[in-house]
């Protein structure tokens, strides 16, 4: 009744100019991949040109932004100790010695330099121990600047100098040390009793020969510190006067014989300062904060208010510092402001916490509370709170996410993100 399809549809065939117009769909597979777009040897080499350009560029901008960490002791450290090996089993890693103040510990990179009541101890980034030298103070205090250290007894005459992996110098002082700082390429100084004098500061290169000697009658030294290549420091003095504390803040060329700038604070006593650059130096005070800027007649104050200073970092990295200001008599409720080397406020953020330990990395401030680290953003958003362990004193950040840790008898690391419970974190003390 019906005629049959002469050919089925997997059976009709196309003409040419049929084909010319079909789409890609209907297309047989042979013709669609015949149709491919050459790129001319021409245009590719240009294109890895400009990948290789991209790259270089990136490198340079790179090199230039860390050119006070690219020197060659850092890339032998880094070489060495992270990429060759001698790699420990991570961490907890129990402290060598009894004691470790919380003043007395510094991370670099990753890997982790203390001292104890009893040893200079320096840790690998996988907890490997790589140095333990002896010490022999009674109260031992450490100063470090990338992978250089400087170990003295506050109020004793002996101190050495390290890098990560070695003693590089022993030496003494013919009076009791105050205090003392140390650059990153092996510059260090000291301030002493005066011989004669409230106190005197000497200056040494990296071969321990004195390049520069200042002794002041006027004011007690008790803090000092030195720009990246330890060319200039600030020594910062006090005195009683009329009953009322008094604060001398000298700028040092060491080159030169005489201070470059001596600026004054009345009713402040400074407990620490640093470089923030080379020309820039902010100055913790009792009831303020100040920033110093070489050449200029006066200084930025940062009033604490009705606050008091529960803690403060300082980040060279960033050229920035932060305060902890407590609202509370208890050092609770603390408001977290952090400051460029202008002395302009960057944030101000309220918490419900106490900062019995606080560190900053980028755009990143955590405070440890009660053994909890809690990490903000700089606009006040909480970004982790993480569980660390009993006993736990202070924190030093080391990325946006990781925490190292110091508690009574260990040295710790946390990934912030990791979820935290009390489980996680049991059986830590030994």
């Known amino acids: 009744m019906f005629k049959k399809a002469k050919a089925r549809y997997g059976e009709k065939k196309y003409k040419k100019s049929e084909r010319d117009v079909i789409s890609y769909e209907d297309m047989p ?95 690998n980034s996988t907890g490997g121990e790589v140095a333990n030298i002896q010490l022999r103070y009674s109260k031992p205090v450490m100063k470090s600047s990338g992978n250089k250290y400087l170990t003295y007894g506050l109020g004793g005459t002996g101190f050495q100098i390290q890098s990560f992996d070695e003693k590089l110098y022993t030496g003494e002082e013919s009076e009791n040390i105050f205090t003392g ?43 000092v510190a030195l720009n990246s ?21 000298y700028l040092l060329d060491f080159s030169k014989e005489e201070p470059k700038s001596i600026y004054t604070i009345n009713g402040d006593s400074i407990i620490d300062c640093e470089y923030l650059g080379d020309n820039r130096v902010a100055l913790i005070g009792q009831s303020a904060s100040y920033i110093i800027k070489d050449g200029d007649e006066n200084y930025v104050t940062n009033s604490y208010e009705d606050r008091t200073l529960a803690n403060y970092c300082f980040n060279t990295d960033t050229q920035t510092y932060t305060v902890a200001l407590s609202r ?31 560190s900053s990395y980028k755009g990143v401030i955590g405070i440890l509370d009660d053994n909890i680290v809690y990490s903000y953003n700089l606009d006040g958003k909480q970004r982790a709170s993480h569980s660390v362990g009993t006993g736990s004193k202070k924190i030093i950040l080391i990325n946006d996410n990781e925490v190292c840790v110091l508690s009574a008898n260990q040295i710790r690391q946390f990934n912030l993100n990791d979820i935290s419970t009390d489980d996680t974190v049991t059986g830590q003390e030994n």
């Open 29 to 123: 597979l042979d013709d669609y991949e015949q149709e491919k777009t050459e790129i001319s040897p021409e245009a590719i080499k240009r294109i890895l040109i400009g990948v290789c350009i991209a790259i270089v560029a990136g490198l340079i901008v790179f090199a230039f932004s860390n050119r006070d960490k690219l020197t060659w002791d850092n890339i032998s450290t880094w070489w060495t100790y992270d990429v060759l090996g001698n790699a420990g089993n991570g961490f907890p890693v129990n402290i060598v010695g009894s004691e470790v103040a919380s003043s007395n510990i510094a991370v670099e990179q990753g890997r982790v330099a203390y001292a104890s009541d009893t040893s200079f101890v320096t840790l």
């Open 181 to 223: 700082d140390i650059a990153s390429n092996g510059v260090y100084c000291l301030v002493t009793e005066g011989n004669g004098y409230l106190s005197s500061l000497y200056v040494y290169n990296k071969s321990n020969n004195r390049i520069f000697k200042y002794s002041f009658s006027e004011y007690y030294i008790t803090s």
């Open 229 to 249: 290549d330890g060319s200039c420091g600030v020594a910062c003095g006090i005195i009683s006067e009329g009953g009322a504390v008094k604060t001398a803040v």
């Open 328 to 358: 509370s008599g208890d050092g609770r409720s603390c408001a977290l402001l952090q400051y460029n080397s202008n002395g302009d406020n960057k944030c101000d953020i309220d918490t419900d916490y106490s900062a019995e330990s606080i």
